[in-house]
């Protein structure tokens, strides 16, 4: 196996080991960039000289035996609104094209702190609305294991890259499903933590009330040790956790439950035969499968179309050509910030924009977004309830393998629809993992989402490291006729 695709402990042994340098493996994950970014266009930048520069420093470290933590040396891509001090943050928007931050968010003064690389920023739909990368406005990121589909949005750029092997894991945010539907739709681990476990400062903010940053990897033990060196209470961010015990789910014997509502009409067969077949193997191991019922899990399309939209209207107001955002001069005040964000913002965010101002205005406030945020303190109830029964929760990540570019963008209702799994994670706050399992009768890949109770991240990692390796799916795929 190529080093890129190691776990990152195996690497880091290697580092320690004197088998393999810092330098070398940059070069690899750099040579491997220089095949596949052409095809893939899952960076939008690559910060290739510094870098060099960076890895031979970490290659001093290991001669000396004082690396700084355990991703000394691990290059990781970071997607495009996430502030890196001195880069350019676009979040793929023509209104930020260029920004250049003058401040580290706190997930990347803490990589730093570890000794991480940096490969450079992603490609996402603009500020993180979509599902497809197709809403870039730096053009789509391809899917590795077929360039005619998506890799999944918003993080399309940062699960391509984990795929093609361009990164060793990168970051990605997650409203909706951003982390877990881009990692299930390109093979690889995406994870989601509790909401408010790792730091948003500095992440350009779509729906505050669900973003939440995570990693995506080859390996779940690579998402258990980078979601560590990120997660902490960060006074910076007033809704950042102070961690508190929480009662932990079983790792033997635990009792997970096939969410129902999310094994029916809009689930390919393909989807949920892998569901099927990953419960067999639990059981096989001793766990107990049942079958429940969460009913609000069919209105979370609703509620977060609601909610999402009422929160971006409001963080997206920032971008007026005054505070941020390309200015378009024009006669007056008024005029020139109406110039600026017509200009500056693409359709779907436009849309979104006007959602969220309807959902909030004076008349409708109660009607919609009154009744959505009601509607998400029941959905978490049901969550917290199924929760005093069951130890996990089981579904399909995504209703389908990844579709063809064009196939959804003309049908908005099918698009949102491909969050159908993944949204009622972010509504209820709560962890979620998708983890490649297999591949669908196209030969694409597939995968299934673990949940569990918020504050019980670790546990729900190290639940998955045993499910990835009772399924080990080892698939990867081929790019210009080389296996990544
Ligand atoms: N696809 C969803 C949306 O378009 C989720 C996006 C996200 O998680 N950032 O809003």
């Known amino acids: 196996m190529a080093n890129y695709k190691l776990p990152i402990s195996q690497i880091n042994q290697l580092f320690k080991n004197k088998e393999l340098k810092p330098s070398e493996l940059y070069a690899e994950t750099f040579e491997r960039a220089a095949i596949t970014e052409s095809i893939i266009h899952g960076h939008l930048e690559l910060f290739q000289e510094e870098n060099l520069k960076k890895a031979l420093n970490s290659d001093k470290r290991y001669e000396k035996g004082k690396n700084l933590g355990n991703l000394d040396g691990i290059p990781i891509a970071i997607k495009d609104n996430i502030n890196i001090s001195g880069y350019a943050t676009t979040c793929s928007s023509k209104m930020l094209s260029n920004y250049i931050s003058p401040?580290?968010?706190?997930?990347?003064t803490r990589l730093k702190n570890e000794g991480a690389l940096f490969t450079g920023k992603t490609n996402l739909d603009e500020f993180a609305m979509g599902s497809s990368t197709e809403n870039s406005a730096f053009g789509p990121t391809k899917n590795p294991w077929d360039t005619s589909r998506v890799p999944g949005g918003s993080?399309?750029?940062?699960?391509?890259?984990?795929?093609?092997?361009?990164a060793i894991a990168s970051l990605g945010s997650d409203t909706g499903g951003s982390i877990r539907q881009p990692a299930s739709f390109c093979g690889v681990v995406g994870f989601k933590p509790t909401y408010g476990t790792v730091s948003r400062f500095g992440l350009v903010a779509f729906a505050s009330s669900l973003?939440?940053?995570g990693p995506i990897t080859n390996h779940v033990e690579d998402a258990r040790l980078i979601f560590n060196s990120m997660k902490g209470h960060d006074p910076s961010d007033a809704t950042s956790l102070i961690e508190s015990k929480a009662k932990q789910p079983k790792l033997k014997n635990a009792k997970i439950g096939i969410i129902k509502e999310l094994m029916e009409d809009g689930i390919s067969e393909d989807a949920k035969k892998e569901v099927h077949k990953v419960a067999k193997l639990l059981e096989a191991e001793g766990h107990e499968i049942v079958e429940v019922s969460l009913p609000l899990t069919k209105m979370?399309?609703?509620?977060y179309y609601l909610i999402a939209p009422a929160e971006c209207s409001a963080n997206l107001s920032r971008f007026d050509g005054v505070r941020y955002g390309n200015r378009v001069s024009g006669s007056t005040s008024s005029e020139m910030m109406e110039l600026t964000r017509a200009n500056g913002f693409g359709p779907e965010v436009k849309k979104r924009i006007l959602l969220g101002t309807y959902a909030l205005s004076a008349g409708y406030y109660d009607a919609y977004y009154g009744q959505a945020l009601k509607a998400r303190s029941m959905m978490k109830k049901e969550f917290t309830d199924v929760y005093e029964d069951v130890d996990y929760l089981i579904s399909p990540t995504t209703p389908s393998d990844p579709f063809k570019f064009g196939e959804k963008s003309d049908n908005q209702l099918e698009m949102y629809m491909s969050d159908l799994c993944t949204i009622p994670a972010n509504l209820v706050g709560m962890p979620a993992i998708s983890i490649p399992t297999g591949l669908s009768s196209q030969g694409l890949p597939l995968s299934v989402q673990i949940m569990s109770p918020s504050n019980t991240d670790n546990t729900l990692l190290d639940f998955s490291e045993s499910l990835e390796s009772l399924v080990a799916f080892s698939d990867k795929p081929v790019i210009n006729g080389v296996v990544s």
């Open 103 to 108: 401040y580290d968010a706190t997930v990347i």
């Open 155 to 166: 993080s399309g750029g940062s699960a391509a890259v984990v795929s093609a092997g361009s």
């Open 211 to 213: 973003d939440q940053i």
């Open 300 to 303: 979370s399309i609703s509620i």
